[in-house]
Every structure is written in C-alpha cells, then in structure tokens.
C-alpha cells in the first residue's frame, strides 16, 4: 500500500502558476501509475492528468492541455502538477491518487490523498 501526501496549494491570480506536489511513501513508488484528479464544490470529482510508472506515458484532460504539465520523479518519489496560465475555473481540491494498473484516464484509482486547495481569483 502506498500513502500520499499532497502539498503546494493555494490562492493564486488567474493567469498565474502554481506547482502541486504528491510525496508517496510505503510500497516502491515506481510499482504505481499516477494521476491527479480535482473536485469543485458541488461537483463531480474530475480527471486531471495521469502518467505512466515509468513515466514516459502522459495524459491530460482537454481542459488543461497546454497549461498543466504532469511529472514524477522516482527516486525521490514524488509526482508533480505545474499549472499555468491559471483560470477561475481551475479552483478546486486536487487530490493526488495512484494505481497498480498502466495508465489511468479516469477517476478510478486505488490510492488517495488528502488533497490541497486551489483558488485562483478573477
């Protein structure tokens, strides 16, 4: 089993940057395919991006295509969200989750945070 610990959020002016991070302990964390995932209030929780174990694999929602990059390093275990170009509609709770599957392009993970708040301001 694998614990997450999310770490990075907070209140930002749209158009700015923030840059998530997910430290991982217990099981090695190479072994998971890794993804973030957010949920604004009062809504569904949504998929974000995902990478692969190795992580040479990246996937991302069409709506932050372009802005958000997802990244991991496995050595220090740790995954990475940098956002750009922020938008108010990017406020939310980011949860960092893990999977033993290859990839996950979904909400269905097996492992979750705590998550960190983002607000970005109009």
């Known amino acids: 089993q694998v614990q997450l610990v999310e770490s990075g959020g907070g209140l930002v002016q749209a158009g700015g940057s923030l840059r998530l991070s997910c430290a991982a302990s217990?099981?090695?964390?190479?072994?998971?395919?890794m993804g973030w995932i957010r949920q604004a209030p009062g809504k569904e929780r949504e998929f974000v991006a995902a990478?692969?174990?190795?992580?040479?694999?990246?996937y991302y929602a069409d709506s932050v295509k372009g802005r958000f990059t997802i990244s991991r390093d496995n050595a220090e275990n740790t995954l990475y969200l940098q956002m750009n170009i922020l938008k108010p509609e990017d406020s939310a709770v980011y949860y960092c989750?893990?999977?033993?599957?290859?990839?996950?392009?979904?909400?269905?993970?097996?492992?979750w945070g705590q998550g960190t708040q983002v607000t970005v301001s109009s």
């Open positions: 989750a893990a999977s033993t599957r290859a990839l996950v392009v979904t909400t269905q993970y097996d492992y």
């Open positions: 217990g099981r090695t964390f190479s072994s998971y395919a």
């Open positions: 990478v692969s174990k190795a992580g040479g694999v990246t």
